[in-house]
């Protein structure tokens, strides 16, 4: 949906550099998530965040962080990025009553 | 944790053929949500299922809950080139509607015309 963006949409890193991807939502929703999406293994969950102040790690947060600079922002970052961090990252939204996930168009990420 | 199966990885049909796709949780689900991933695209939600052997249908597709809440599938009847993608379910944990998402691996479907 045009209403969640990420930036960037492609990416090329080398092994151990720090790398930022950031999400905004327009939508007015509390919950915003990040996954990231390789062959076979489908949406795995990184973290996720129910409100400006709640901070959770999902099922693969290790080597990622994220920052909740706000309601409509949630950024992930990759502190030294290494080669099987290669995969396509989503960004999503919900609104708690109607947990609908809203994805963004994802970040393709390569680390060389 | 909570596991969620999909099958099968990929499926090819002819145009015109039904398609069927599974998921089996290893843990009793709240609800169920569905969905599909053009290529080169995100996700997009098709549907959620919350009742016990709750049935679903959205034209040329059926989406079915199982009685135990622990599977799920989708069907689609008489396939078009237009639902080509990847169909992904995604199971939220019983006790609690504020758990987060376990998506299954996703069934890749491929219409040939």
């Known amino acids: 949906d045009a209403d969640v963006t990420q930036t960037p949409r492609n990416r090329i890193t080398k092994t151990g550099k720090r790398i930022m991807l950031e999400c905004s939502q327009t939508?007015?929703?509390?919950?915003m998530y990040w996954y990231r999406q390789d062959p076979g293994l489908g949406l795995r969950l990184i973290y996720y965040?129910?409100?400006?102040?709640?901070?959770n790690k999902g099922e693969i947060s290790d080597g990622y962080s994220v920052s909740r600079q706000a309601q409509a922002k949630f950024s992930l970052s990759l502190e030294s990025a290494i080669p099987n961090q290669t995969a396509l990252y989503f960004c999503?939204?919900?609104?708690?009553?109607?947990?609908?996930?809203?994805f963004g168009p994802g970040t393709r990420l390569l680390v060389l | 944790g909570q596991q969620v199966m999909q099958i099968p990885q990929y499926q090819h049909v002819q145009e015109g053929e039904d398609f069927t796709t599974y998921c089996n949780s290893s843990?009793?689900?709240?609800?169920i949500q569905w969905y599909k991933q053009r290529p080169g695209g995100h996700p997009v939600f098709l549907i959620q299922?919350?009742?016990?052997?709750e049935v679903k249908k959205q034209k040329r597709l059926t989406f079915q809950f199982g009685e135990a809440k622990k599977n799920s599938s989708l069907h689609i009847t008489a396939t078009q080139t237009t639902d080509v993608g990847t169909y992904f379910c995604?199971?939220?944990?019983?006790?609690?509607?504020?758990?987060?998402?376990?998506f299954g691996q996703g069934t890749i479907l491929t219409v040939h015309p």
């Open positions: 999503a939204t919900s609104d708690g009553s109607e947990e609908t996930q809203y």
């Open positions: 939508k007015g929703h509390d919950r």
């Open positions: 965040s129910f409100d400006v102040k709640d901070i």
């Open positions: 843990t009793t689900l709240s609800n």
């Open positions: 299922l919350v009742k016990s052997g």
């Open positions: 995604a199971g939220r944990a019983g006790g609690t509607s504020y758990g987060k998402l376990t």
